[in-house]
């Protein structure tokens, strides 16, 4: 928490004093990742061959979807943006048991990042990098409360991404962005209580997963693009 509350405030410091002397925009837009979760995926195989009668298997973790919105500030050909991202995902898995009951398992995975950037311009083109605080939180169903989730791990750490940038002219009010990034964590996620919640156990240290994500996000900017 005290981590969150200092980088928060330090972002909001350099964000005010760049406003003051830069053009502000907003941002709003959506975000695909890819991520491998090569050990999670496996708990979900292990968990598949632990019911003989599933009818619908737990799919591998990969792609991950949500929001990204943001400001930024910028003049000339440097600028400075922060953002909140927002990818989620979940997985299920339905069947029979051996003593003809149904079951039915879901897990959601979401990863929350803020973050503050330094970008670089020239013409239609820009790079840009941020550090920022990544949350991965993942929690299940509870039998009978479809609307009711319970938490299962959350865990943050700071995180880094690194990005491209190619911008449209748009119109007076509006333009796109197309943002190819990849990110990455600078410490690892706890996922150990996915075991024991699928009652498998496949020897895997799940203490310690850093998983990176390949994507693109499609961003509207307010306002034409001065290039």
């Not at 350099?14 to 991520?35: A, M, W």
């Not at 910028?74 to 149904?102: H, M």
Request: charged share 20%.
């Amino acid at each position: 928490m005290y981590l969150k509350k200092c980088f928060l405030s330090i972002s909001l410091l350099i964000f005010l004093y760049s406003v003051c002397i830069g053009q502000v925009n907003f941002k709003v837009g959506y975000s695909f990742g890819y991520t491998q979760m090569k050990d999670a995926n496996i708990v979900h195989r292990a968990y598949n061959d632990s019911k003989p009668r599933i009818v619908e298997i737990m799919k591998d973790l990969h792609w991950m979807h949500g929001v990204e919105v943001g400001l930024r500030s910028k003049w000339e050909s440097v600028g400075i943006e922060i953002s909140y991202q927002n990818l989620g995902r979940d997985r299920s898995a339905i069947g029979l048991e051996l003593d003809d009951s149904t079951f039915e398992k879901t897990l959601f995975y979401s990863t929350r990042t803020y973050s503050i950037a330094l970008e670089n311009y020239f013409g239609p083109f820009g790079y840009g990098a941020s550090i920022g605080r990544t949350k991965l939180k993942v929690a299940t169903d509870i039998a009978g409360i479809s609307s009711t989730k319970r938490p299962l791990t959350s865990d943050a750490n700071l995180s880094s991404q690194f990005y491209l940038l190619l911008s449209a002219p748009g119109t007076k009010t509006v333009s796109l962005t197309i943002k190819p990034y990849v990110s990455f964590n600078w410490g690892g996620f706890n996922l150990s209580n996915l075991e024991p919640e699928l009652k498998v156990d496949t020897t895997l240290d799940l203490s310690d997963i850093k998983p990176t994500f390949w994507g693109v996000s499609l961003l509207f900017y307010n306002g034409p693009q001065d290039f």
